[in-house]
């Protein structure tokens, strides 16, 4: 069905069993799907009920998106799809056709974490790490769309995201000190475009 | 929680779309931003043989401004795209208010107008702001199209006048006539959270007296409604600094008589009555002192709980 080229990603699917139960429609219970994940293309055929965090986590190998509720108010699980937050068990992997989509895995790595995985170290924003993706996910999506302006946007950012460990304290820390550079850099950035308007 | 076996289909238009609702209607469960629906097939209460997904229809994400001043929503644009549409925030203040109450923003990144309204949750902000700003919504089915009034869609909780062939397009919210004051106020156990009780808040007046009132709330057991016998408590009212006394009582004694709480996890009735009666009072109080012509000072309240 879809040969895989080099540098892909195409693991074993089991065969479609036999789709009695869904009649004329047992034709489009496995769906093909090619999208990148972290920067790499995957080509897979999926089962049209899987979730894209099984997906991920089962299917990928990228075990850093953790699965809590399974019905969206935990946060764990939250990836980006195309530039922007998600809960991927809310999703479904046959819908990731033609997406984009990073994990906490496409973050930075451990020689080189990304300025957010950096401040949540320094401020012991996790303990026992489980709500860490999603929070870094949810706090990445804050910090590039929706631009939180004090600790209460922070606050009501991650409102969706549960932690069970730390109490928020820590992890409102890193996510406002990362803001602040980013002002810090947004305003340098303006001076210099002042002072360049100036001197031309 | 893991769904149980279906079928998958991305709609490539929405005609092919009306063509397998029309031959498959109740086979068949419209994929939008999932947000309710994939929590549905998770704990299995829903096993349809074929989720038709219909996110990748350009036709329905259109944000239009139309010449008669009406805003014209496409059922697939996302709560955070209409929340931050300019347009949005400069003429329906009270829409976007609302909309940022609505779960996080993943949820609003992906969940949608359409399916919000589609799925009818009592709590939930979109059928409120239909009623309030007298939505009108357009169906279309293999057969051709209606239009109708939100007040005729939303028939209850969870429950709408949605046919199993019919596929909700676009959603018009008319021009409000301008210098009105608004208020919305919602109160959830945590932000982000499904209101208990929610309420919001129009008012127009004209030679310093109250010249035209809506009122609807959400929290109720058959959804989201109009308080006409509020809204008739209202009409005439001399403005002043705030409402009188006895009028915010009368006002509160008309909820109390038409609508009935719902009961849930987390309210019972009583409660839930008194939230509701607590967020209308807030939200109408927000509106008086957005009026022009009230002296009102605080321009901000009213879009928290
Ligand atoms: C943690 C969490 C918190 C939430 N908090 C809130 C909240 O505070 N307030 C709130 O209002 N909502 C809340 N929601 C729900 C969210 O707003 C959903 O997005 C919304 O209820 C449904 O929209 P959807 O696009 O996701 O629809 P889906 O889940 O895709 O569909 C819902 C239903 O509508 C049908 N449908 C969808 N689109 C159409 C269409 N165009 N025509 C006909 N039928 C259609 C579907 O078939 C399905 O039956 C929350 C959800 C979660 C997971
Ligand atoms: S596992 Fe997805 S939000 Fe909890
Ligand atoms: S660090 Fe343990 S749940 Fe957050």
């Known amino acids: 069905m879809h040969e895989a080229k080099a540098g892909e990603t195409r693991s074993e699917t089991r065969a479609p069993e036999s789709g009695a139960e869904l009649g004329e429609f047992a034709d489009q219970e496995f769906v093909p799907i090619q999208l990148t994940v972290n920067g790499r293309r995957v080509r897979q055929l999926v089962e049209a009920r899987l979730l894209l965090s099984d997906f991920l986590r089962g299917t990928l190998g990228l075990t850093g998106t953790h699965v809590g509720c399974e019905h969206g108010v935990c946060g764990a699980c939250t990836v980006m799809v195309d530039g922007v937050s998600a809960r991927s068990c809310l999703m479904l992997a046959a819908q990731t056709d033609g997406c984009t989509v990073q994990t906490v895995e496409g973050l930075g790595s451990m020689q080189a974490m990304s300025p957010l995985q950096q401040a949540f170290q320094q401020c012991h924003g996790l303990q026992c790490g489980f709500c860490t993706p999603g929070m870094l996910i949810t706090a990445t999506d804050m910090l590039a769309n929706d631009h939180p302006a004090d600790e209460a946007a922070v606050r009501e950012g991650l409102s969706g995201n549960l932690c069970r460990c730390t109490g928020y304290q820590h992890i409102v820390q890193a996510v406002m000190q990362v803001a602040m550079q980013g002002d810090a850099v947004a305003s340098k950035g303006a001076v210099n475009a002042a002072v360049n308007e100036v001197q031309s | ?305």
């Not at chain 2, 919210?173 to 959830?188: D, I, K, N, Q």
Request: aromatic share 4%; glycine share 10%.
């Open chain 2, 1 to 305: 929680m893991k769904p149980p076996r279906f079928a998958y289909e991305r709609a490539t238009s929405v005609q092919a779309a009306l063509q397998r609702l029309a031959s498959h209607g109740p086979d068949i469960k419209l994929l939008a931003g999932g947000q309710s629906l994939m929590p549905m097939l998770n704990f299995r209460l829903l096993r349809p043989l074929l989720l038709l997904d219909i996110n990748h229809l350009a036709e329905l994400q259109q944000l239009q401004l139309l010449d008669d001043g009406t805003l014209r929503l496409g059922a697939l644009l996302r709560h955070q795209q209409v929340l931050k549409a300019p347009q949005v925030q400069q003429h329906w203040p009270v829409m976007a208010a609302a909309l940022a109450q609505i779960g996080h923003l993943a949820i609003r990144n992906r969940g949608t107008l359409g399916g919000s309204l589609s799925h009818a949750d009592p709590a939930a902000e979109w059928p409120l702001l239909a009623l309030l700003l007298q939505a009108r919504l357009h169906l279309a089915s293999a057969e051709g199209s209606r239009c109708i009034e939100a007040a005729e869609f939303i028939t209850g909780a969870m429950s709408t006048a949605l046919q199993p062939q019919e596929l909700l397009t676009a959603v018009d919210f008319p021009a409000l006539a301008s210098g009105h004051g608004w208020g919305f106020a919602e109160h959830a156990r945590r932000s982000g959270d499904f209101a208990i009780a929610a309420a919001g808040v129009l008012l127009w007046a004209e030679a310093g007296r109250i010249t035209q009132v809506r009122i609807a709330v959400g929290g109720g057991v058959e959804g989201a409604c109009r308080v006409p016998g509020a809204e008739a408590a209202l009409l005439g009212c001399p403005l002043g600094m705030r409402p009188e006394d006895a009028v915010l009582q009368r006002v509160l004694d008309a909820l109390r008589a038409s609508v009935q709480p719902n009961v849930d996890l987390h309210a019972s009735a009583a409660l839930r009555a008194q939230i509701m009666a607590a967020m209308l009072r807030q939200a109408l109080l927000a509106a008086w002192a957005r009026l022009p012509g009230t002296g009102g000072t605080d321009q901000r309240s009213g879009s928290h709980a």
